[in-house]
């Protein structure tokens, strides 16, 4: 009989797998929000498909299209997931994503401090707007709150463009000063599950490591030799 | 022979490989040590970096550097703690060489009570260093940690004894305990039961044959409630027991 056991935490430490996803009005051309859909969907079942690893991946889904951004997926074990596939329209207020984001990295009733480094995944077509759908830097400021944040700011970023609009100036903007250095992923519809998979393998590389804050993210180009 | 505040101490630890070490066929790069002498009575524990190839020596060169740094600076009168500090580094240093001190990097936990009875608790990194008051109040030497897990200094990466935390005390009185344990346990410990925690180590396991603690503690580590509990554990105790004339 322990005497010990009622003092420990009844639940593993997690690692928060936060995206950030496009559902502006033109992410259904070319079929890209299907793509995405599928995307999203596989890589959460990979996710859960991580058993008995040092740290539970936890996701949560963050949109930003027509009325703004909304936490569509609370924070929550990835096997728990019942994926439901988004919709698109409207505008891309990116802004109110970084927001969102970082409200929720700084909450401790939501993040606790036992977790493990967070890691942030963005993917967008177009130019970040206003809510009224015009062309805007009002991003700048959320996102910079988000980099300067003390926990928020401690997140591992990918972030992926997809097709010609996407706004370079933006994604490069959210993934500065990482170290080692990540490189904007470009694509179209056909390659968004490719960003998706190295996404998983590197967060699941994570969780497997003997320390999971180590930020180690795979070589891009060996993904095809690697197998999950 | 030792000084009456001193004959009233007790202590003990445990420490114990973590599964992940255990699959990986790696070493405990967790270290403990207690220690009594003419500098006093001191409990000190360590966790070697999980990321550097010398950890395991860089956590018992911990407990070696504070061993060896308690006895200079209890025989200076009233040196303060910065000074045992700096000690504690030099001597550090000296012990891992030749290798570098950035792959040997590990945390540093340790309380003394030196033979006036004045108690020295001192944290460098991960882990929890914890006061139970007799009253059954806690104090907690580092707050809740503002980031997340496994983000840590420790000796090899602290460029300054400003980035410890210490507490110094006239006594450790009757009654009261010391919990030093590593992020192994103290990441997993829940919140509003670590009084319990330290109180259910020194009333259950203290009163034990050492044999049997020592068998007892390690199967409660190794059988940890918490999932997917891989991190080498460590703790260690010290306490004031109090004695028969102490009694009022």
Redo the contacts between chains.
């Keep these: 009989m ?12 997690m690692m928060p797998a936060i995206i950030l996803a496009d559902v502006s009005g033109s992410m259904t051309a070319y079929g890209k929000l299907a793509a995405l859909n599928r995307a999203i969907s596989e890589t959460i079942a990979n996710f859960a498909d991580e058993q ?5 991946i936890h996701v949560a889904v963050i949109t930003f299209g027509g009325d703004g951004a909304n936490l569509i997926l609370p924070l929550q074990p990835a096997a728990q997931v019942q994926w439901t596939d988004l919709e698109a329209k409207g505008p891309t207020p990116i802004g109110a994503a970084f927001e969102l984001a970082t409200r929720l990295l700084e909450d ?1 009733t939501i993040v606790p ?6 890691n942030l995944i963005l993917i967008s077509d177009g130019q970040p707007t206003d809510d009224r759908g015009h062309i805007s830097d009002n991003w700048k400021q959320p996102l910079q709150e988000l980099l300067n944040s ?2 928020a700011s ?1 997140a591992l970023r990918f972030a992926m463009g997809v097709g010609p609009d996407a706004d370079e100036e933006t994604l490069k903007a959210f993934l500065v000063g990482q170290h080692p250095e990540i490189p904007v992923f470009r694509a179209d519809e056909t390659k968004i599950q490719k960003f998706f998979r190295w996404v998983t393998v590197t967060v699941t590389n994570r969780s497997r490591s ?5 930020i180690t993210p795979i070589d891009f180009d060996d993904l095809d030799d690697l197998e999950f | 022979m030792l000084s009456r505040s001193q004959s009233c101490l007790e202590s003990f630890g445990a420490s114990v490989r973590g599964k992940l070490h255990i699959q990986e066929r790696r070493p405990n790069e967790d270290a403990w040590m207690k220690i009594s002498g003419t500098f006093g009575t001191a409990i000190i524990l360590s966790d070697g970096m999980g990321s550097k190839s010398n950890a395991r020596m860089g956590s018992q060169m911990a407990c070696q550097a504070v061993k060896a740094a308690l006895k200079p600076w209890s025989k200076s009168d009233r040196a303060p703690a910065a000074t045992l500090l700096r000690l504690v580094h030099l001597f550090w240093g000296l012990r891992i060489r030749p290798d570098r001190e950035e792959d040997s990097a590990a945390t540093c936990l340790f309380a003394v009570i030196v033979p006036s009875g004045e108690l020295t608790i001192a944290q460098l990194g991960d882990g929890i260093a914890a006061i139970r008051n007799a009253d059954g109040s806690i104090e907690i030497l580092q707050g809740e940690r503002q980031g997340f897990s496994n983000q840590t200094t420790g000796l090899g990466v602290a460029k300054s004894t400003r980035d410890w935390t210490v507490i110094t005390k006239p006594a450790l009185p009757p009654n009261a305990a010391v919990l030093l344990a590593t992020d192994g346990i103290a990441d997993d410990l829940v919140g509003d039961r670590v009084g319990d925690f330290i109180h259910t180590l020194v009333t259950e396991f203290g009163s034990m044959a050492p044999v049997d603690r020592r068998h007892a503690l390690h199967r409660e580590l190794r059988n940890w409630a918490t999932p997917n509990h891989l991190d080498d554990k460590t703790l260690a105790v010290l306490w004031h027991k109090q004695a028969d004339d102490e009694h009022k």
């Excluded at chain 1, 322990?2 to 430490?13: E, H, P, Q, V, W």
């Excluded at chain 1, 008995?52 to 539970?56: G, H, L, T, W």
């Excluded at chain 1, 401090?113 to 967070?118: A, C, E, G, V, W």
């Excluded at chain 1, 003997?210 to 180590?214: Q, R, V």
Aim: charged share 40%.
């Design positions: 322990s005497k010990l056991r009622d003092f420990s935490i009844a639940t593993a430490r008995d690893v040092r740290a539970e401790k401090s036992r977790s493990y480094h967070p003390e926990r401690k003997i320390n999971p804050n180590d």
